[in-house]
């Protein structure tokens, strides 16, 4: 309890004043720990590198992660692709193989509707252009060039 004085005021107790006493000692305590961890730099540099170095493992099993993934999608659209051109590649024997047949076919069917004369003729022919190859190819380079001149000479 508190007694009255003549002022108005109340005056504490002996065991207020104790507990204010405590109360004041702790918040002093708590006061003079605060201003020592400020001004100890070597333990707020240890802090600070402390996070600092769990922040980069962080960053770096992130970086790692993301890395193999990428090593893994790569590895996946690679092999995609070595099927997709496997793939492509016996297609296209396929169709060459077609093609070939077919030309095969055409040609055994034309030679079977040719008369035999003008297989002979045709023989003759490709024999003397075999034989003659320069003047063959200077008669078409004249031919090309009179051609050339020709349409030069038209379009004006």
């Known amino acids: 309890m508190t007694d009255q004085t003549g002022n108005g005021r109340q005056t504490p107790t002996a065991e207020e004043l104790r507990a204010q006493v ?9 006061t003079v720990e605060a201003l020592a961890a400020k001004t100890d730099i070597k333990a ?35 092999h995609r692709a070595q099927d997709k051109a496997a793939h492509a590649k016996g297609r296209a024997a396929e169709v060459g193989h077609r093609a070939q047949d077919k030309a095969t076919h055409a040609l055994e069917a034309a030679r079977d509707k040719t008369p035999e004369p003008l297989r002979e003729k045709t ?18 380079a004249a031919l090309a060039l009179a051609f050339v001149l020709w349409r030069g000479t038209t379009k004006r």
Not at 22 to 30: A, F, K, M, N, S
Not at 54 to 77: I, M, N, S, Y
């Open 44 to 78: 707020q540099v240890q802090q600070r590198t402390t996070a600092a170095r769990e922040k980069a493992a962080e960053v770096g099993h992130r970086a790692q992660d993301k890395a193999t993934l990428a090593r893994d999608r790569a590895a996946e659209v690679g």
């Open 123 to 140: 023989t003759e022919a490709a024999s003397a252009v075999n034989r003659h190859r320069g003047l063959v190819l200077g008669g078409a």
């Open 22 to 30: 405590v109360g004041t000692r702790e918040e002093l305590g708590q």
